[in-house]
Every structure is written in structure tokens, then in C-alpha cells.
């Protein structure tokens, strides 16, 4: 199972989302620790600014961006929709 940990800015950004979002999260994290690469998550690589990092989907608009801190922990970087995220 891959462990997980939370930026002090993904906490900030998650607080801010109404409870149906904070519910879907909770529930996608909870499937991306048991197998990262559900077709569900939809996880892939991002490009320009964040080429370093991945994402996966919460909803249809909204995403988790993280990176590998190591082969079996991650680090939730930041969460939001898409244009939140990119733009």
C-alpha cells in the first residue's frame, strides 16, 4: 500500500471544498493507496510547469496533483479543478 502525505498547501486547498468534494476525495485516495493506477484514477504524467509531478482525477473536474517522494510514499501537493490547477 502506498503512504501518503499532505503539503501544508493541499491541506489549505482541501479544507476550502464544500463536503461533497472532501467525501469523493477521501474516497479516490483511499482506492489510489490500494492500487495507484485504477483506471478510475485516470493517474498520469503533467507537462510544462508541473513536469515533475502526476495527477489523478477526484471528479470529472477535479484533481489530486502529487509527486513520488520515494518508491512507496507520496506527497499530495495540491487539490482543485482543472483550471484551478493549470491556468
Known sequence: ?????TTKNFDKSFKKKDKFVQDKARER?????QDPF????????????????????VTGDYRIIFCYTNE???AFLDIGTHSELYE
Open 1 to 5: 500500500m502506498i503512504n501518503v502525505i
Open 29 to 33: 485516495i483511499k482506492l489510489f493507496r
Open 38 to 57: 485504477n483506471i478510475l484514477l485516470n493517474n498520469h504524467t503533467l507537462i510544462g510547469e508541473h513536469k515533475d509531478k502526476r495527477s489523478f482525477n
Open 72 to 74: 512507496n510514499t507520496v
